[in-house]
């Protein structure tokens, strides 16, 4: 683990950039969702998520190939062709979004202000916040910077602080907030940075906006159990059918 952290602080030849099957699906369930819901984009608060989700989907998808270093070994990487391995951006990313809940401390760092300035309900505003800042924050900025600096800490701190005031003044949030916001961006981007795949973090910023309005996400589960088992058996399904596809 050590060794890993100090990486951080080392400059790297190789940072890659991959959007496993994970992040695909969530992105997926981010723009087909409203469809069956009939969850409008007329609020200014889900216009922006989705100029958001849009820039940093395309631009960060640029940005990977100008990053990738086909000459350089990345095994110590996640990488997006193994089931287990995706497997484990699940795992990895559904603890580390627990660490996020902790490090949150209950405190509202915008949630709050989304859920009463838009029309969707609480489960999907939480994925779809946790995905498209996460193309953006992560994949375009903090990504955009390791394009000019070698050492990885240098592009997790300015993209974390960016991460912070955006939250804080698009969301009229107090000024303590600010400093928990920022570690909560370090976290995020260290994790993007150890396991070179966008679906880490998205994941752990999902489960802590997901913890940060649980009344709101607990109605819509309730209410769309068969929705819910349906997304489920499609993830399972996908991994298996990736996994046959993979042997042969």
Do not use: W
Not at 120 to 129: C, R, V
Not at 146 to 161: K, Q
């Amino acid at each position: 683990m050590l060794n890993v952290l100090s990486n951080l602080v080392k400059p790297a030849k190789d940072t890659g950039y991959r959007i496993g099957f994970v992040a695909v699906l969530l992105i997926s369930i981010a723009l087909i969702y409203p469809a069956f819901y009939g969850i409008g984009y007329e609020s200014p608060i889900l216009q922006h998520f989705i100029t958001m989700l849009l820039i940093g989907l395309v631009m960060s998808s640029v940005i990977g190939v100008l990053l990738k270093n086909s000459s350089t070994s990345d095994t110590k990487r996640l990488t997006t062709g193994s089931m287990f391995k995706q497997t484990m951006v699940v795992v990895v990313g559904l603890f580390a979004g627990l660490v996020l809940v902790i490090i949150n401390g209950g405190m509202n760092t915008g949630m709050d202000y989304i859920t009463a300035n838009s029309s969707g309900n609480g489960l999907f505003l939480g994925l779809f916040a946790g995905v498209s800042e996460e193309l953006f924050f992560r994949g375009f900025i903090q990504n955009t910077i390791r394009l000019y600096v070698p050492i990885p800490l240098l592009a997790i701190i300015p993209s974390a602080l960016v991460f912070a005031l955006f939250h804080f003044f698009a969301y009229g949030l107090e000024v303590g907030v600010l400093l928990i916001l920022f570690v909560m961006g370090m976290f995020l981007g260290i994790l993007h940075e150890i396991f070179n795949d966008i679906g880490v973090p998205m994941l752990a910023h999902i489960v802590n906006n997901t913890f940060g309005m649980l009344p709101a996400v607990m109605a819509v589960v309730t209410g769309n159990i068969l929705i819910i088992a349906f997304i489920m058996a499609f993830a399972i399904m996908a991994f298996i059918i990736s996994a046959i596809v993979r042997r042969k």
